[in-house]
């Protein structure tokens, strides 16, 4: 939403593809941590690498 608010006054013609990509990527990534966090603390823990 940052990045959609950041740019939605100016001239992205360009780059407009781009910026939909590295949109998208963020996007991706961020749903990733959400979906998978508790996994990895759990992996994490189960290795030795929490307390």
């Known amino acids: 939403k940052d990045i959609a608010d950041f740019f939605k006054d100016k001239d992205n013609a360009g780059y407009d593809r781009g910026l939909a990509v590295v949109s998208d990527t963020i996007k991706g990534r961020a749903r990733y941590a959400q979906h998978d966090l508790e996994i990895v603390r759990e992996w ?7 307390k």
Do not use: E, I, P, T
């Open 44 to 50: 994490l823990s189960a290795h030795g690498y929490m």
